[in-house]
């Protein structure tokens, strides 16, 4: 999710890592200036270089693919970036139509490259659809087709059996929660029309997310 997004950037800087790199893909809203929250973290400093790729537009960087836009954050000596999506990730209900797919293949084809690359899964402890509670069905099914093994950041007190049973690697981060980082931030992130930090799950996977992408020592 976008949100997503705004919450790994504030948590990563917070660990001493510096602003990150954004790679915004075209799934969802094409213009990055509709973003209230990237608009918002930049002038916090928490994202630094931005690249829209394929048909979106307005990073200080525009690439015609995902893989060139992180080679051109690699060019300018950015070693650490969130590749997602814009605002209005859209989702049908069903197990394939859901616009998050695309990281599928851009996973695939960093990996391949030689990248280091983990997926932020979602997860959730208030969304009222079902199919959202705990682990969102979507997460599952992205580690399905995933062919290449990635990390999988979670927290230490959760099962990676499912994760590494499809054959990523769980990545077990203690107190990853973010949701205090997230209630004192200057940065107003909204998931699902609620403010992300009361969502206590999602701060903990959100949080695991971020502490690999900083560096972090695992459990």
């Known amino acids: 999710l976008h949100s997503?997004?705004?919450?790994?950037?504030?948590?990563?800087?917070?660990?001493?890592?510096?602003?990150?790199?954004?790679?915004?893909?075209?799934?969802?809203?094409?213009?990055?200036?509709?973003?209230?929250?990237?608009?918002?973290a930049k002038k916090s400093k928490v994202i630094g270089v931005t690249v829209t790729t394929g048909q979106s537009f307005g990073g200080?960087?525009?690439?015609?693919?995902?893989?060139?836009?992180?080679?051109?954050?690699?060019?300018?000596?950015?070693?650490?970036?969130?590749?997602?999506?814009?605002?209005?990730?859209?989702?049908?209900?069903?197990?394939?139509?859901?616009?998050?797919?695309?990281?599928?293949?851009?996973?695939?084809?960093?990996?391949?490259?030689g990248a280091n690359v983990a997926l932020a899964v979602r997860a959730s402890s208030n969304d009222q659809r079902e199919r959202h509670q705990g682990v969102s069905h979507h997460s599952r099914t992205l580690l399905e087709l995933i062919p290449h093994s990635i990390d999988v950041p979670i927290p230490s007190n959760v099962s990676g059996h499912e994760i590494e049973s499809l054959g990523h690697t769980a990545m077990r981060y203690s107190d990853p929660s973010i949701s205090d980082l997230l209630s004192e931030s200057n940065i107003n992130i909204q998931s699902m029309d609620r403010p992300l930090f009361e969502d206590v799950l999602a701060c903990e996977y959100l949080g695991a997310a971020a502490m690999w992408l900083a560096g972090a020592s695992v459990v």
Do not use: R, Y
């Open 4 to 40: 997503h997004v705004g919450a790994i950037a504030i948590a990563t800087s917070a660990h001493g890592s510096g602003p990150v790199g954004f790679v915004m893909t075209d799934q969802a809203s094409l213009p990055l200036a509709i973003s209230d929250i990237v608009f918002q």
């Open 60 to 113: 200080e960087i525009e690439a015609v693919t995902v893989a060139s836009g992180v080679l051109a954050l690699k060019e300018k000596n950015e070693s650490t970036a969130i590749v997602g999506c814009g605002p209005g990730h859209l989702g049908t209900n069903s197990k394939l139509g859901f616009s998050g797919l695309e990281l599928v293949g851009h996973a695939t084809i960093l990996s391949k490259l």
